[in-house]
DNA sequence: TTAATTTGACCAGA
DNA sequence: TCTGGTCAAATTAA
């Protein structure tokens, strides 16, 4: 972290020579575009410094959210919780919802299948709950009674392409803004990711939280594809078993995190 | 031009 | 009837 505020203070450093530079008029149009993309480099390397420190930690939590925080707190003590969610996003998974009940004839959430609620602290000091290496897109915004926020309702982008029947809502918390209340539904059936397609093929199937596609595209990210570094079968994978295709309440999923297979 | 987001209306369940 | 979830047209962004 030290490294990255150095970077930033060396960009600052850099702003006011280049505003004193301009104020004195002394500064020809070469150096000036020299001095901006310094500038710009500077500061574009801090952020994606930070951005891939931070990710780094968010998915070490969704592995094991409790061993984290137990060891996150054993280290730092005197963190307050909602410092700690902010320095340290954790997923923490409060309930799970099978009910499968009723058919209508427009798919509400208990037709759907499988439902996880996580909370997940935002990145830093902003309003965007941190990325969970799927893409979404919104289809809705509602205003919740007794809610001080909006709660926002996503779909997965591959909806149409893919039939892929995954959702998820997005809530702030009234109690702690910083925080999101993210409730899953469904699984993805798309088998792709965000940024990463070459290592979606080595999950066989994905799960709502998403934990592997966000430690594979992760170590992808910082140690290049994973393709060239762990063989397939090595890589924790995710099986979806169906008794009657298409049928996700009679359907058995679980994850193999056993390297020897 | 295409894709994503916004937002008011509609629908279903409680 | 109220509330939450979804639809779809309009708008905005890339």
Redesign the pocket.
Known sequence: MEEIMTMIFNGINLVKELEFSLSSQELPESDLSNSLGSISTLFGDANERLKSQLAWKNSLAQLEPVRMMDMMMETEPALTQQDHWIRYPVMQTVKGNDDT????????????GGEETVLMAAMGRIEIPPDDNY?????????????RFP?????C?HQKLYKCPA?K?VQRLDEDPYTFRV?Y?SSHTCHFFATSLTSSAHVHATTPAANVPAVVNLAETMIGNMDSVVPFGELPYFNHHCLVPGDDANCEDTWNYDMSS
Do not use: F
């Open positions: 009940s009723r058919p209508r004839h427009r798919p509400r959430k208990k037709d759907i893409t979404w897109r919104k289809y809705g915004q509602k205003e919740i009674l007794g809610s709660r926002a309702y996503y779909r982008t959702k809502q409730t539904r």
